[in-house]
Structures are given as C-alpha cells and as structure tokens.
Nanobody, 121 residues
Framework: VQLQASGGGLVQAGGSLRLSCAASGRTFSSYAMGWFRQAPGKEREFVAVISWSGGSTYYADSVKGRFTISRDNAKNTVYLQMNSLKPEDTAVYYC???????????????WGQGTQVTVSS
C-alpha cells in the first residue's frame, strides 16, 4: 500500500483544515487507518484511528471533540477533519495503515510522506 497525504497548510487558531490520505492498491479496505503527528523536537504521537469498515474510531484525548476521522473505501481515501485548531496542533501529520486498530506507531506497516499543518495564534 502506498499512501499520499495532502491538505495541510497555514491556518489561524480556531480555524479548520481537512487532511486527505489517498491509498493505492486494492486492499485498502483491509486496513485500519491512522493519523499521527510529529512536532519539531517531539516524538511521533497518535491522533486518530479508524477501523477497516469505518465502524470504530478512536482519538487522542488532545483532539477528541475537535477532530473527526473518516474513510471512503470506494475512493481509497481516509480523511481527518480538524476543527477549532490550536497552535499546539502544529506538526507534520502522517497517515498510516495497519492490520489492526492501534495507537502505537510500531504497529503500522505503511506510512505516507506527511503534510505540514501550522496553526498561528
């Protein structure tokens, strides 16, 4: 599976962005899909994950209620809708694919290249 993340940019605090992650390959619907982020000087951290069917989603406490993960298996795409953005959300955001739902980066087998999100105060 090859993953291509897009949709990042510069936004003011309180604004919104929607990230997309397009996957190649016919087995996209077999994978749980996650979003992670990494700020400068920090470790990569879990943001959200969605099951292969879209029926289950989990979020980091820091984004719960503000971010929404979704997927469209017909389009081989997973999304991350980010609302009420804060300066501390600034990071490179990565999408990733795993065979099971997990919040641990080590459980993910495929990674996209990342897209920069910058939130100004």
């Amino acid at each position: 599976v090859q993953l291509q993340a897009s949709g990042g940019g510069l936004v003011q605090a309180g604004g919104s962005l929607r990230l997309s992650c397009a996957a190649s390959g016919r087995t996209f619907s077999s994978y749980a899909m996650g979003w992670f982020r990494q700020a400068p000087g920090k470790e990569r951290e879990f943001v959200a994950v969605i099951s292969w069917s879209g029926g289950s989603t989990y979020y980091a406490d820091s984004v719960k209620g503000r971010f929404t993960i979704s997927r469209d298996n017909a389009k081989n795409t997973v999304y991350l809708q980010m609302n009420s953005l804060k300066p501390e959300d600034t990071a490179v955001y990565y999408c990733a694919a795993a065979y099971r739902i997990s919040s641990w980066p080590r459980d993910y087998d495929y990674w996209g290249q990342g897209t920069q999100v910058t939130v100004s105060s």
